[in-house]
């Protein structure tokens, strides 16, 4: 693997003594896309182009779960990491079409994404259920991406702050911060092409921040993530990361996404 250069910011604040330096993520969440050879192929155009990426830039993919064995033959030449889509609280059990941590850190899984908006909405998950995925994540060794937003009803009735401090406050309780990711994706923004304006969406991700009262906590954001609007949303004080739907699929957008400037 070559050695990729540290960014400038993390070697000031090294320098200046300051301990908190906040990972930055990049992921990219596939859903229900790509068989095992489109992923091979994906991966061969995709990890040449991140071989120069920042030292602190983790770059994830949540592959459906028949893919994740495709990237064990690419593990050794990049460091890109492997989130689940989805992780169950049991170990093993009568749930069916459920994923247990155990199968999964037997694939070198990291992440796994919990609370996403469409099993919200399709399968009515709950924050409590939300809750005890995300805790299994953590106490398996996963870190946890906890996804919250509002729907464009709440957001026009001007409740988007409330709805998020529910979620926060109900699918974290009892998480370990210093392990955590929170994804903010305003669920009208989701494959629809609409962007959040980015300080509308630094202000939520702020808002977030303050309600876990851990100033180091990675916070994404994710709704129509492209090319075209990455610079101008990494450059946001409060936003960590990003967690990208339709422009994940393709290696050279993910790979613009994944070298923003
Ligand atoms: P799009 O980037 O396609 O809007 O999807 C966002 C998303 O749902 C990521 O989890």
């Not at 919250?148 to 702050?161: H, I, K, N």
């Not at 936003?239 to 993910?254: E, K, R």
């Amino acid at each position: 693997m070559r050695k990729r250069p540290i960014e400038l910011k993390v070697i000031i604040r090294y320098f200046l003594g300051l301990n908190f330096v906040r990972q930055t993520v990049i992921a990219g969440n596939w859903k229900m896309h790509m068989t095992c050879a489109e992923t091979e192929n994906f991966l061969k155009d995709f990890i040449p182009l991140i071989e120069n990426i920042n030292t602190n830039r983790n770059i994830v993919i949540a592959p459906p779960y028949t893919a994740i064995s495709t990237f064990a033959s690419f593990s050794d030449s990049m460091n890109l990491n492997i989130a689940s889509q989805n992780i169950h609280w049991e170990d093993s059990g009568a749930f069916t079409a459920e994923i247990s941590p155990v199968m999964l850190l037997e694939h070198n899984v990291k992440y796994a994404i919990v609370g996403h908006s469409e099993p919200r909405k399709y399968f009515s998950e709950s924050d409590e259920q939300i809750n005890k995925r995300a805790k299994s994540a953590q106490s398996n060794g996963l870190t946890p991406i906890v996804c919250v937003g509002e729907t464009l009803e709440q957001r026009e009735r001007g409740e988007a702050e409330r709805i998020i401090s529910r979620q926060v406050e109900q699918g974290l309780e009892g998480t370990n911060s210093s392990d955590l990711i929170v994804a903010y994706e305003p669920i009208w923004a989701i494959g629809t092409g609409k962007t959040c304006e980015a300080e509308d969406a630094n202000k939520i991700c702020k808002l977030i921040r303050n309600l876990i009262g851990y100033e180091d906590v990675v916070i994404q954001y994710g709704g129509s993530v492209k090319p075209n609007n990455i610079d101008e949303i990494m450059s946001m004080s409060d936003i960590d990361g990003v967690l990208v739907g339709g422009a994940s699929l393709d290696p050279i957008s993910f790979a613009r996404i994944a070298n923003f400037k």
